[in-house]
Nanobody, 125 residues
Framework: QLQLVESGGGLVQPGGSLRLSCAAS????????IAWFRQAPGKEREGVSC????????YYADSVKGRFTISRDNAKNMVYLQMRNLKPEDTAIYYC??????????????????WGQGTQVTVSS
């Protein structure tokens, strides 16, 4: 069974940090571009960042650029999202998603075939 499982969410104060993890099972991430999306209450799901499989190229939404870092460890079949200087507007459910390509893929939900169940991130004092 192909599965992505996110972990690492929680409650953090503004300015704090969290590291999200995405573990794949049932398939190898070597052949997939991986992205993080988020969805806040009452808002559409939006792309946050993605990383290619070919050379580790990355892309970030403007709203997180300079604060978030995406990385992957293919040997462990894991992808991470390091989040720093968190703001209340970062509060959302965060999802990882996989697209069957070696290259960077646009951050649109339709491009990604496999999704995790999400992990809640709440930034509040």
């Amino acid at each position: 069974q192909l599965q992505l499982v996110e972990s690492g969410g929680g409650l953090v104060q503004p300015g704090g940090s969290l590291r999200l993890s995405c573990a794949a099972s049932g398939f190898t991430l070597d052949y997939y571009a991986i992205a993080w999306f988020r969805q806040a209450p009452g808002k559409e799901r939006e792309g946050v960042s993605c990383i290619s499989s070919s050379d580790g190229s990355t892309y970030y939404a403007d709203s997180v650029k300079g604060r978030f870092t995406i990385s992957r460890d293919n040997a462990k079949n894991m992808v991470y999202l390091q989040m720093r200087n968190l703001k209340p507007e970062d509060t959302a459910i965060y999802y990882c998603a996989a697209a069957p390509t070696y290259y960077i893929v646009a951050l649109t939900t339709s491009a990604y075939h496999f999704w995790g169940q999400g992990t809640q991130v709440t930034v509040s004092s």
